[in-house]
């Protein structure tokens, strides 16, 4: 099985900071990956798939790059609605594991 | 209006059977494949099990391989978990998800959960 590590696992800050979140493949997953959003009781949201493209209807300040075994997530000016956990998830094969999670608090 | 919802939770003893359902309603449920996927009480989310829209081709977590079956019913555009022999680690929430395939211009299948249920709660313990 293909290993996902995230780091952070948590991670305080401030509205309009720009964050970074880092999942590294125990394997070259190339561009297989895709991030999700969960805020408690809820259920998680698709914010981006094929590691870089951005799915319909999440705001720009989102973007996802890499490739291989490193890839980010960067929200490029933390708004109030974006303190939430952030998963990624390889798409390259089965099982499609998860990385444990970044929890994005306020600072 | 794009709808998936699971039921069929509950409290379950160790060793027990549940029949957990997804309803799906908005889009043509026999041309995706759908999942399973499951976050227990404080922890992360862990992927239990695919089917593809013809059930042809079914993936299970080697965590729930031999004890659960995934199958549908197009017809009633409706998703089935059926868990047997129930573990206390299998307590989570449940969801259901659309199964997205993406194909780009090199043909590469990119494959993204994009349209979830609000969970079903399953409980083991005695």
């Known amino acids: 099985d293909i290993q996902m590590t995230q780091s952070p696992s948590s991670l305080s800050a401030s509205v309009g900071d720009r964050v970074t979140i880092t999942c590294r493949a125990s394997?070259?997953?190339?561009?297989?990956l895709n991030w999700y959003q969960q805020k408690p009781g809820k259920a998680p949201k698709l914010l981006i798939y094929a590691a870089s493209s951005l799915q319909s209807g999440v705001p720009s300040r989102f973007s996802g790059s890499g490739s291989g075994t490193d890839l980010t997530l960067t929200i490029s000016s933390l708004q109030p609605e974006d303190f939430a956990t952030y998963y990624c998830q390889q798409s390259y094969n089965v099982p499609r594991t998860f990385g444990q999670g970044t929890e994005v608090e306020v600072k | 209006e794009v709808q998936l919802v699971e039921s069929g939770g509950g409290l379950v003893k160790p060793g027990g059977s549940l029949r957990l359902s997804c309803a799906v309603s908005g889009f043509t449920f026999s041309s995706y494949s759908m999942n399973w996927l499951r976050q227990a009480p404080g922890k992360g989310l862990e992927w239990v099990s695919s089917i593809d829209p013809s059930s042809a081709y079914i993936f299970y977590a080697d965590s729930v391989k031999g004890r659960f079956t995934i199958s549908r019913d197009n017809a009633k555009t409706s998703l089935y978990l059926q868990m047997n022999s129930l573990r206390a680690e299998d307590t989570a929430v449940y969801y259901c998800a659309r199964n997205y395939e993406n194909r780009n211009y090199e043909n590469r299948r990119y494959y993204y959960s994009d349209i979830w249920g609000q969970g079903t709660m399953v409980t083991v313990s005695s």
């Open positions: 394997q070259n997953i190339t561009n297989y």
